[in-house]
């Protein structure tokens, strides 16, 4: 074979000596194809003299057995190998299905992918009349793959901060450095950008379970002109060398590893942290001092969204810089589905005061959105129903007309407070309390 073989291979393509042995076969193919043929109809030419036939048929038998067009296999271009090879694709069976399942193959649709019908919602191709499948496997890491390629089809209508060393991006509106008004929210650490809810995602829309309907919320409003949004992004803190962004730690675990029980890819400490963003409290440091300390207006007031330990980390942050964003802060909404003491956690006086009388919590109950609920002894603010009774991120998609009504009704009145609900947990007549977690409904007299 080296005698044939080329001095420069132009193969871009998986490399072994099975696939180097096929490429020589085609050069060599290529190269006497013309030959053969002039050879094969001398012989079958019944016109020309035995002699020269015969002649012709020694003269074809000698030649070497790379010119034959049997010696040429399909292979695969990324494996080499020659069995189960797809000849539109040129790909053998495994490469071809890694491939289309990462949408690298125009065209190709697995039948049990889903689209998007004429009222934004996912529906399965073969069973389009089904609801969206969440839990399509017991497999965490194929069910974090499919909400991976869902994420990644949001259509988001927001400018994306980003570069190209490492970075965690965020989504802010295109008018963030002239805007008076800045409505800023901090969803959870388990969350992508933008996805505020998979499961609502699931079962309404792709516009109620994400940002999307937010947005159109704040950018329908008349003052909308002067007004930005800023959403972080605590969830996708782990830098993704190969793939070259951010993603979340459940996305980082579902990536493909070499076999299927072998063990997740290796987290570095150095190499995968993302400077400034290594951690929810860097994060939440970086988009207040770095955005909306530098980038947006320095008079634009902010009006402040927290969700779980988005909630936490910024109102930790503005205890202990209260200082500096006395007179920026105007409003804070908070949506939490856990017990959480703020009273313990917040230190600074002047910040606790103004947590009492501009702050409103959202908590996890099956009462009508913005029915009042006790709590405030424990959150030291009035405390309100989402509208949902199960999942923490359901908050947000439930409540977030409220909460922009609120933000609205503290803008519209100058030196605006809350009253206090001191709403009492009756504790004679069980019967009559609804109970989840941090939050309280009684139906007693003593109810204000």
């Known amino acids: 074979m080296s005698q044939f073989r080329a001095k420069k291979?132009?193969?871009?393509?998986?490399?072994?000596?099975?696939?180097?042995?096929?490429?020589?076969?085609?050069?060599?193919?290529?190269?006497?194809?013309?030959?053969?043929?002039?050879?094969?109809?001398?012989?079958?030419?019944?016109?020309?003299?035995?002699?020269?036939?015969?002649?012709?048929?020694?003269?074809?038998?000698?030649?070497?057995c790379y010119t034959r067009s049997t010696q040429i296999n399909n292979r695969c271009i990324e494996g080499g190998k020659s069995r189960g090879v797809f000849k539109d694709f040129r790909m053998a069976r495994y490469p071809f299905r890694m491939n289309a399942l990462e949408g690298n193959l125009p065209g190709v649709k697995k039948a049990s992918w889903y689209y998007i019908n004429e009222k934004d919602q996912i529906r399965s191709i073969a069973h389009p009349d089904e609801e969206f499948n969440f839990f399509i496997s017991k497999n965490e890491r194929v069910r974090e793959m499919q909400r991976e390629a869902l994420d990644s089809q949001s259509p988001l209508k927001l400018a994306t901060f980003s570069s190209d060393d490492p970075h965690t991006p965020i989504l802010t509106s295109s008018n963030l450095v002239t805007a008076k008004r800045l409505i800023v929210y901090f969803g959870e650490s388990m969350q992508d950008l933008g996805i505020f809810a998979h499961q609502i995602i699931g079962e309404v829309s792709i516009a109620s379970g994400s940002a999307l309907d937010f947005v159109h919320a704040v950018q329908s409003r008349e003052d909308s002109a002067d007004t930005a949004i800023v959403i972080a992004n605590l969830g996708q803190l782990v830098w993704y060398r190969r793939g070259q962004r951010a993603m979340t730690i459940a996305s980082w675990n579902a990536l493909s590893r070499k076999t299927g029980v072998g063990n997740s890819m290796?987290?570095?400490?150095?190499?995968?942290?993302?400077?400034?963003?290594?951690?929810?409290?860097?994060?939440?440091?970086?988009?207040?001092?770095?955005?909306?300390?530098?980038?947006?207006?320095?008079?634009?007031?902010?009006?402040?969204?927290?969700?779980?330990?988005?909630?936490?980390?910024?109102?930790?942050?503005?205890?202990?810089?209260?200082?500096?964003?006395?007179?920026?802060?105007?409003?804070?909404?908070?949506?939490?589905?856990?017990?959480?003491?703020?009273?313990?956690?917040?230190?600074?006086?002047?910040?606790?005061?103004?947590?009492?009388?501009?702050?409103?919590?959202?908590?996890?109950?099956?009462?009508?959105?913005?029915?009042?609920?006790?709590?405030?002894?424990?959150?030291s603010c009035n405390c309100f129903s989402s509208g949902e009774s199960t999942f923490t991120e359901c908050i947000m998609p439930r409540s977030h007309k409220s909460m922009l009504a609120f933000f609205q009704l503290v803008n519209d009145i100058p030196g605006y407070f809350e009253a206090e609900l001191d709403i009492p947990k009756d504790e004679d007549d069980m019967s009559r309390v609804v109970e989840w977690e941090t939050g309280i409904r009684a139906h007693s007299p003593h109810a204000a």
Not at 39 to 63: D, E, F, H, K, V
Not at 338 to 353: A, C, L, P, S
Not at 358 to 379: D, F, K, M, S, W
């Open 266 to 379: 290796r987290l570095d400490a150095v190499k995968n942290r993302i400077p400034g963003s290594g951690s929810t409290k860097e994060h939440v440091k970086s988009v207040f001092e770095e955005v909306l300390g530098k980038l947006a207006r320095q008079d634009a007031v902010v009006d402040l969204i927290g969700l779980g330990n988005g909630a936490e980390e910024a109102v930790g942050y503005l205890d202990q810089n209260w200082k500096h964003w006395e007179s920026k802060v105007r409003a804070i909404c908070v949506g939490l589905g856990f017990v959480w003491r703020v009273r313990d956690d917040i230190h600074n006086e002047k910040f606790k005061d103004f947590w009492g009388k501009r702050a409103r919590a959202y908590l996890i109950h099956n009462e009508p959105v913005e029915t009042p609920l006790a709590g405030r002894q424990e959150l």
């Open 9 to 64: 291979l132009d193969l871009s393509c998986f490399i072994n000596v099975r696939v180097l042995r096929d490429h020589t076969k085609r050069k060599v193919f290529e190269q006497y194809e013309t030959e053969r043929q002039a050879l094969r109809y001398i012989i079958r030419n019944t016109t020309l003299p035995g002699r020269t036939r015969a002649q012709a048929q020694l003269q074809l038998s000698q030649m070497h």
